[in-house]
């Protein structure tokens, strides 16, 4: 069964940083392009960041230059550094995987078929 699962969420103040992991089961990581997303009650699921098989990421306008998207194939993981949050960051983190696309050169955030249950990313004082 393939599965995946993110960690590092939590409790922080605007300005601060948090780093977000996703680890896989059932498959490894290394040779998917693997997306970020996060989602607020009541609205649409958001694609914050995406990563290649070849490690070549892509951010949507809201986080670029705050968050960076990184694999560390000898941990099997992708993480998703976020700095100088802002309480408008504050959501449910998903990460997601595209397994039918193996070592794809692009990210397709609508082609991610595997994902995490997600993780809370809370940005208040």
């Known amino acids: 069964q393939l599965q995946l699962v993110e960690s590092g969420g939590g409790l922080v103040q605007p300005g601060g940083s948090l780093r977000l992991s996703c680890a896989a089961s059932?498959?490894?990581?290394?040779?998917?392009?693997v997306a970020w997303f996060r989602q607020v009650p009541g609205k649409e699921r958001e694609g914050v960041s995406c990563?290649?098989?070849?490690?070549?990421?892509n951010y949507a306008d809201s986080v670029k230059g705050r968050f960076t998207i990184s694999r560390d194939n000898a941990k099997k993981t992708v993480s998703l550094q976020m700095n100088s949050l802002k309480p408008e960051d504050t959501a449910v983190y998903y990460c997601?995987?595209?397994?039918?696309?193996?070592?794809?050169?692009?990210?397709?955030?609508?082609?991610?078929?595997?994902w995490g249950k997600g993780t809370l990313v809370t940005v208040s004082l």
């Open positions: 997601a995987a595209d397994t039918t696309a193996w070592r794809g050169r692009y990210c397709n955030y609508s082609g991610m078929n595997v």
């Open positions: 059932g498959f490894t990581l290394d040779y998917y392009a």
């Open positions: 990563i290649t098989s070849g490690g070549n990421g």
